[in-house]
């Protein structure tokens, strides 16, 4: 049987010199698989690791350590039999499994098979049942925050404010959308919506965060003196949920409106939904952006309002 041709030579007909040499444009995707490879399959298993029980006795750690020669994925055949055998290019992948008994100490460690893994060859390509094929990239939404300018108004002879709406994209969990509206013959307000939710007014959401007169006294206060033109929203919504769990209770109605509301089941929701890594997690690249539309409010914010952790 012959073998097939992998590589082409390419011939110029142009009767001008090329300027610059033709960079290798199959570099990125090679790059991206590696750093998946060396770095992004080790995240991705210490992400979800532990893996533990509903009464948190036992647990389960995988690790994954591309430098060890009996983990790193190494394949059985090359891409020119694998392409004469109709197999498909790929390398088996171990991973490091750690079983502990938090009850007794024991722990037992064993390397378990977890599949097999497809690679990519030095084209870019995959070879999958002896066929070479090309995985297209996908544009995806990035993490971060990104703003919608509206209509302007003028509130109290001052300069004009600008409306706006926003929505912070995290890299995994829900979105939070918020906006600042003026609907004719009423006050301006500024609202949030939890996971696309119904509209539930900032100052609940700022409770709910902590800063309520118990926790974090005098910072309503000076966070309306400082937004003026939300003192209109500030004197209806005063007497609104005026705790931190009356306002967890209250986004929890809206998040599960057909189960019954208690403080621990909102204060679980809230937890769980914002402050726990595997179900909320903005991402490094989130978060660059985010310092990078909002550094300079970020700091400014810090200066007026010291008692509030960014």
Not at 10 to 37: G, H, K, M, T
Not at 269 to 281: C, G, I, L
Request: charged content about 30%; aromatic content about 12%.
């Amino acid at each position: 049987m012959s073998s097939r041709s992998t590589i082409r030579d390419r011939y110029s007909f142009a009767n001008l010199d090329e300027v610059l040499p033709l960079p290798d444009l199959i570099a990125i995707q090679r790059e991206s698989f590696d750093w998946f490879l060396e770095q992004g399959l080790a995240d991705t298993f210490r992400d979800i690791s532990p893996i533990k029980d509903f009464t948190e006795t036992l647990q389960l750690e995988l690790e994954f350590d591309p430098n060890d020669e009996d983990l790193r994925p190494t394949p059985k055949f090359t891409v020119e039999e694998c392409k004469e055998r109709d197999m498909t290019y790929s390398a088996p992948i171990f991973v490091r499994a750690t079983f502990v008994n938090n009850n007794t100490g024991e722990i037992k460690e064993q390397t378990v098979f977890m599949g097999d893994f497809p690679k990519m060859t030095e084209k870019g390509t995959f070879v999958i049942n002896g066929t070479e094929r090309v995985v297209v990239s996908q544009l995806v939404r990035s993490p971060g925050v990104i703003f919608q300018p509206g209509e302007r108004f003028r509130l109290r002879n001052l300069a004009k404010h600008q409306l706006v709406t926003g929505t912070i994209h995290p890299y995994r969990g829900e979105w939070i959308e918020f906006d600042v509206e003026h609907k004719p013959g009423k006050d301006v307000t500024a609202g949030t919506r939890v996971a696309r939710k119904r509209r539930l007014g900032i100052f609940v959401l700022l409770r709910a965060l902590g800063y309520d007169e118990e926790n974090a006294p005098g910072f309503i206060d000076a966070f309306v003196r400082h937004f003026d033109f939300l003192e209109g929203q500030w004197e209806k919504e005063r007497d609104t949920a005026t705790t931190q769990d009356e306002a967890l209770v209250e986004i929890y109605k809206r998040a599960r409106p057909g189960e019954p509301p208690s403080v621990e089941s909102a204060k679980a929701y809230f937890r769980n939904a914002f402050f726990e890594p595997r179900r909320y997690d903005l991402s490094r690249v989130g978060r660059y952006k985010l310092d990078r539309k909002l550094g300079h409010e970020l700091d400014k914010i810090a200066e007026l309002f010291p008692m509030v952790e960014l």
